[in-house]
T-cell receptor, first 112, second 113 residues
Framework: KAGVTQTPRYLIKTRGQQVTLSCSPI?????VSWYQQTPGQGLQFLFE???????NKGNFPGRFSGRQFSNSRSEMNVSTLELGDSALYLC???????????FGPGTRLTVL | GNSVTQMEGPVTLSEEAFLTINCTYT??????LFWYVQYPGEGLQLLLK?????DKGSNKGFEATYRKETTSFHLEKGSVQVSDSAVYFC????????????FGKGTSLLVTP
């Protein structure tokens, strides 16, 4: 079974721009979660979607948003990018929580 | 709230040495506990998990036991290999936080030949 895939793998943007990241979960998985990884703050939970509904949200500003499609694929969007948004963004999928979450390789976002 | 504390790295060991990475947690309910591993340039891979007290998770020679009395989930391996060099994250999930993974800061392990 194919694993979690994320596109693109690398992205460079400038301050003020917006960006959209994509995540395709493992086939049959309906829960998708997003995490941000930075050297300073470590791994932090952004949000979780199940059946196209956001079920849980972490402590991030409204510039961070997401959505999930009927095929369980998910996107996250960051508007008005700031330098501090530079990070590795990881997507994880699960059949449903609390079942184990499996991670994709991440998207490395650099904001200049 | 809940939190995870793990020992600061980096940890440097010689091949075939014994590994222990300490992890303690605070939680309000009954968490599930996890160890994830991250190799350079990659995402996180689940290494092992335990869902209730006294459970032992094991995989690829790594083990960890869920100790409720000491709120700990220490990772151990009897004989490390160079290929074990990576960053190891202890994490928990709990119902009252919607089962979002709450991670420790990570411990970098370097195994030298």
């Amino acid at each position: 079974k194919a694993g979690v895939t994320q596109t693109p793998r690398y992205l460079i943007k400038t301050r003020g721009q917006q960006v959209t990241l994509s995540c395709s979960p493992i086939s049959g998985h309906r829960s998708v979660s997003w995490y941000q990884q930075t050297p300073g703050q470590g791994l932090q939970f952004l949000f979780e979607y199940f059946s196209e509904t956001q079920r849980n949200k972490g402590n991030f500003p409204g510039r961070f948003s997401g959505r999930q499609f009927s095929n369980s694929r998910s996107e996250m969007n960051v508007s008005t990018l700031e330098l501090g948004d530079s990070a590795l963004y990881l997507c994880a999928s699960s059949t449903d929580l609390p079942d184990t979450q499996y991670f994709g390789p991440g998207t490395r976002l650099t904001v200049l | 709230g809940n939190s995870v504390t793990q020992m600061e790295g980096p940890v440097t060991l010689s091949e075939e040495a014994f590994l222990t990475i300490n992890c303690t947690y605070t939680a309000t309910g009954y968490p599930s506990l996890f160890w994830y591993v991250q190799y350079p340039g990659e995402g996180l891979q689940l290494l092992l998990k335990a869902t209730k007290a006294d459970d032992k998770g094991s995989n690829k020679g790594f083990e960890a036991t869920y100790r409720k009395e000491t709120t700990s989930f220490h990772l151990e391996k009897g004989s490390v290999q160079v290929s074990d060099s990576a960053v190891y994250f202890c994490a928990l999930t709990e119902a009252n936080s919607g089962y979002a993974l709450n991670f420790g800061k990570g411990t970098s392990l370097l195994v030298t030949p």
